[in-house]
């Protein structure tokens, strides 16, 4: 992330669900690298899992206080704001919630992000109609655009919790709160979910799924839910207008209820709000209600503002410099912190004093005073705390001793407790998790970041069960129960997404061709269930055949994993395997078991569309392995061409040139342009189509084989791949590496090229280094392609051609010679590569 004056700078504003942060993201996958900031580690990963689907794991970092995923070629990052990385130039850098700069706390932050951070190409700020005044005056040079809300959200009235109507959040203001609203949605409504910001990303997307899924119909949650967390909520009930800001206890401002109320409705689709209390303090006044259906959020007057770079001279100027006063108008100092806090309470201890006398023992106390207090213990505890990792920083190693690490992580591994006890456990690990996160703390932080990692997806998952355990009621066959046994006269109906009803009550969901009951459906009525069920799928069954058969291709896939039989997948549902037919490019399509449901007619139909999908996407993935086929099968070709195109089909289009040698030498050039035109080169030491070594022909042609009933005999290279350690299928072993069969055929082809017929020559091993090989194997390799090395010339190793490759022959011994970076060779027999 970089600071240039330049760099144009766009600042979206609007109220929630106008798409913000979804166009963020998608210009920033548009540029070759960026940055994004976001006020939550719930929402950084949320919006790191969406470009990780697209961009792939290798390529995307995370980076927040507690959780970091960093790969070495990443290029694009989803970051905490605290987090963002300062010293990366980047395309694209973008703010989201950049009106979080007044807020008390954190504002700094966000108003140091506003004012420097930038990408070289391009900078987006997003946030709500209230920070236009703010950008005016600090960013004057920034284009400001207005996003309106995609759909409308209006005033439902109060309601009691027993009367809101179902997808509703119920949003409270504390921990205590939010438990005792689900504990009454429980008894009076069957059960909800709880999402809070101290939750960690597993416990937090287990509960939103029970929602999204419908298992519950409610969902009770802090204000965190405002900060652009997606989820499919209708109403948004406020349980209370007031909450603790670490200072006091205030109301709500409008731009803040606004942020919640937001939430309701989805891309197209209306929302509303409303409270739990129709008059007193818990009641919106006519003048909230107005200004939040017309997005109308007073306009910022100030944000607030500190030392973004302090002065590590010594504590007292780092002091100063943290309480230095804006020179902007509109900027005010923020309020102490609580790591400015921490750091004056360490600072009257004389023994902090004595050890920071340098500005880099300076920067590694203020490093340490960053530490978050998760557990919320207040400034005394957490500086007591904080001090002992300081002294541990600032002595010996400079590193937190390994026993008291592994003491405090075993302590807290305990999955016993209740909800409160679980919670306070996984803060408390946040607190190590961070500590593992930081590069010079411990002696091994990789260890200790997946032994933290490990810790609280484990904390997690028991925080999970006990919250459903405590806040939802299993109660899937209650209205069966009420309308009795009898199957006929439940009223099933199929819902949009799959959901199978019984009057609103989820019996189980439809997935392809398959019907599931309910994961919390007792055993004893799993039957009724099912009985139930099957009187209405037959017709919902023909309806989704109809819709595969007239499916376009791209809603097919080859659904390929190393463990199972290839299928087809529609819809991301399993419907057909592929399984051993006539030749390798002819297999089988048999329709999966589900789809037994059908009549025989429509199955035959089925699998005729199917099988067209297929043979497209043969004709499109490994066009060479169709038109071999074509050629074995044709009875005009030479016999020799046959043969040879036989064997080549049966062994996926990648063969030794040495096991076709007789073959070869009887093919007339018809036959060896045929072989051309179908795509195969017919290489010095292998014949092969380099098409088949791209990642999806390759994926083809490994589930080809797999459904006739073999397998390949290496697994399948990593994308990109050149030179590997290991086997793998369509590289060649040469000495002690492998190699891609076409690499090989490219320095046998440069080698052919640079000789002038027997005469010695020094070849060009410009390419045989780009790839990774080593010096022996590229000897070796040069060995097999039918070169003699010539020992009686000085200088660089030279070779002279000795008229046809021998691949089974031993390697000759070459002494090596100083600065020459391809004579070292061992006398090895490599056999067949």
């Not at 998790?433 to 028991?462: F, V």
């Not at 290839?566 to 592929?578: C, K, Q, T």
């Not at 449901?597 to 490994?622: F, G, H, S, T, Y």
């Not at 397998?711 to 369509?730: D, H, I, N």
Request: hydrophobic share 45%.
């Amino acid at each position: 992330m970089t600071q240039f004056a330049r760099s144009p700078v766009t600042a979206v504003l609007g109220p929630t669900n106008t798409g913000k942060t979804h166009l963020a993201v998608e210009r920033m996958m548009g540029h070759a690298s960026g940055i994004m900031g976001f006020p939550l580690r719930l929402l950084a990963r949320e919006v790191y899992e969406r470009v990780v689907a697209v961009k792939g794991a290798h390529q995307v970092a995370l980076i927040t206080g507690e959780e970091r995923i960093l790969p070495p070629k990443a290029r694009w990052f989803l970051c905490t704001a605290e987090s963002m990385p300062t010293d990366r130039e980047v395309a694209f850098v973008a703010l989201d919630e950049a009106q979080l700069g007044a807020d008390p706390e954190r504002g700094h932050v966000f108003t140091e992000r506003l004012l420097h951070a930038r990408g070289f190409a391009e900078t987006m700020i997003l946030g709500s109609n209230s920070l236009r005044p703010m950008l005016k005056s600090l960013v004057p040079d920034a284009e400001i655009i207005g996003r309106p809300r995609f759909s409308t959200l209006s005033y439902a009235g109060a309601r009691k919790l027993s009367r809101l109507p179902k997808r509703s959040a119920i949003v409270a203001f504390s921990a205590e709160e939010v438990y005792a609203v689900a504990e009454a949605i429980r008894r009076m409504r069957g059960g909800a979910a709880v999402v809070m910001g101290a939750l960690s990303p597993r416990t937090r997307n287990a509960q939103v799924a029970m929602f999204q899924a419908g298992e519950v119909d409610y969902l009770v949650a802090t204000d965190a839910i405002g900060m652009g967390l997606n989820m499919d909520v209708a109403h948004v009930a406020f349980a209370s207008l007031h909450k603790f800001d670490g200072r006091r206890q205030r109301r709500l401002t409008v731009a803040e209820m606004a942020q919640i109320a937001g939430r309701a409705g989805r891309h197209q689709r209306d929302g509303t709000f409303g409270a739990l209390h129709d008059e007193g303090p818990g009641a919106f006044t006519p003048e909230e209600v107005l200004a939040i259906e017309g997005h109308q959020v007073p306009p910022l007057s100030h944000l607030f503002w500190r030392e973004g770079s302090p002065d590590f001279a010594s504590i007292d100027a780092l002091v100063a410099s943290l309480e230095r006063r804006p020179d902007a108008e509109v900027l005010r100092a923020a309020p102490q912190a609580v790591d400015l806090a921490v750091l004056k309470k360490l600072a009257e201890e004389d023994w902090v004093r004595a050890r920071a006398r340098h500005p880099r023992m300076v920067r590694r106390l203020w490093a340490a005073c960053g530490l978050p207090d998760f557990r919320k213990l207040g400034v005394d505890p957490h500086a007591r705390f904080v001090g002992r990792v300081f002294q541990h920083l600032s002595e010996g190693s400079g590193h937190i001793p390994h026993q008291w690490f592994a003491d405090e992580i075993a302590r807290l591994d305990r999955l016993d407790g209740d909800v409160e006890t679980l919670a306070g456990r996984i803060s408390a690990a946040r607190s190590w998790a961070y500590i593992a996160h930081r590069d010079d703390w411990l002696a091994e932080p990789a260890h200790w970041a997946e032994r933290t990692r490990e810790l609280e997806e484990r904390l997690s998952d028991a925080l999970h069960a006990s919250l459903t355990q405590r806040f939802v009621d299993k109660r899937t066959t209650v209205l069966l129960r009420q309308i009795g046994a009898d199957a006929r006269h439940l009223p099933v109906t199929v819902g949009a997404e799959g959901e199978v009803m019984v009057e609103d009550h989820v019996l189980g969901r439809v997935d392809g061709f398959r019907f599931q009951v309910a994961a919390d459906a007792r055993a004893s009525d799993k039957r009724l269930l099912l009985s139930a069920a099957e009187k209405r799928l037959g017709v919902e069954f023909s309806k989704r055949a109809e819709a595969l058969i007239a499916a376009a291709d791209p809603d097919f896939a080859l659904l390929a994993d190393e463990r199972e039989q290839p299928a087809i997948g529609w819809s991301g549902n399993p419907v057909a395997r592929l399984e051993a037919g006539p030749s390798l490019t002819r297999p089988r399509v048999t329709l999966d078991r589900a789809l037994d449901c059908l009549d025989k007619a429509m199955r035959e139909r089925v699998r005729a569309r199917l099988a067209r999908w297929l043979d497209a996407q043969l004709a499109k993935q490994v066009p060479a392995l169709v038109r071999l086929d074509e050629a074995a099968r044709d009875p005009a070709a030479q016999p020799a061409l046959r043969a040879v195109a036989a064997a080549l089909s049966d062994a996926g289009g990648i063969v030794p040139r040495d096991y076709l040698a007789a073959s070869l030498d009887e093919l007339d050039p018809g036959a060896r342009r045929r072989l051309r035109r179908a795509g195969i080169t017919i290489g010095t030491l292998d014949l092969f189509d380099p098409r088949l070594l791209k990642p999806q022909p390759m994926r083809w042609r490994a589930a080809l084989v797999a459904a006739k009933g073999g397998e390949l005999p290496f697994a399948l290279p990593p994308e990109g791949a050149t030179v590997l350690s290991r086997p793998a299928t369509g590289f060649r072993r040469i000495g002690g590496q492998h190699v891609r069969v076409d690499l090989v055929e490219r320095i046998a082809r440069a080698a052919h090229d640079a000789r002038q017929g027997r005469k010695p020559f020094v070849p060009d091993p410009a390419l045989a280094t780009s790839i990774g090989l080593a010096p022996t194997t590229f000897a070796r390799l040069m060995a097999m392609l039918g070169f003699r090395h010539d020992a009686s010339r000085e200088g660089p190793p030279a070779w002279t051609w000795r008229g046809r490759p021998r691949r089974r022959e031993p390697v000759a011994s070459i002494a090596p010679r100083p600065g020459n970076a391809f004579a070292a060779l061992a006398e090895l027999d490599f056999g067949r590569g």
